[in-house]
């Protein structure tokens, strides 16, 4: 049994009554664990549609890359980059190669960590600026996108 409560801002008091009294209903011969965070609001589906669908894939029809080469130099360029050991290939004779230091989904120890939605749209309008800066045009929202403008481009 999973139970949450959500404490909206100064509504404290009145949620804390329901919650003392949800902890005083339970089994006292059972052990429970108690965990507490606080309440972030994480991007939304439509974000991460329009950052993937749109933005992504604008600059990966202009260049050529696939979605995730184009995720990891986004985000690698944004967030920064660590160098990590990596198998020993002909292509790479070093054994290093450069990823990004954390991504929208992950933090820099490689947990999950969701950008919040300020976050997300500070990321998001960084794409936007970079594919700008390139001469890469990425629809707004609410505007249409058409492949076959793209490609003639």
Request: glycine share 8%; hydrophobic share 40%.
């Amino acid at each position: 049994m999973a139970t949450e409560f959500i404490i909206p801002k100064g509504g404290m008091e009145f949620r804390l009554k329901q919650v003392a009294a949800f902890l005083a209903a339970l089994s006292k011969g059972r052990a429970w664990r108690i965990k507490v965070e606080e309440l972030r609001m994480t991007r939304s589906i439509q974000q991460l549609r329009y950052l993937n669908g749109v933005a992504y894939k604008a600059i990966g029809s202009h260049t050529g890359f696939e979605r995730d080469d184009v995720s990891e130099f986004c985000n690698g360029t944004y967030f920064g980059w660590k160098r990590v050991r990596v198998p020993k290939t002909p292509e790479n004779p070093t054994g290093f190669a450069s990823r990004p230091i954390r991504t929208t989904t992950t933090d820099e120890s490689g947990n999950r960590d969701v950008l919040s939605k300020v976050d997300f749209i500070a990321y998001v309008d960084f794409v936007i600026r970079f594919a700008a800066s390139k001469g890469i045009h990425v629809p707004a929202p609410n505007e249409e996108f058409d492949e076959a403008e793209e490609d003639a481009a």
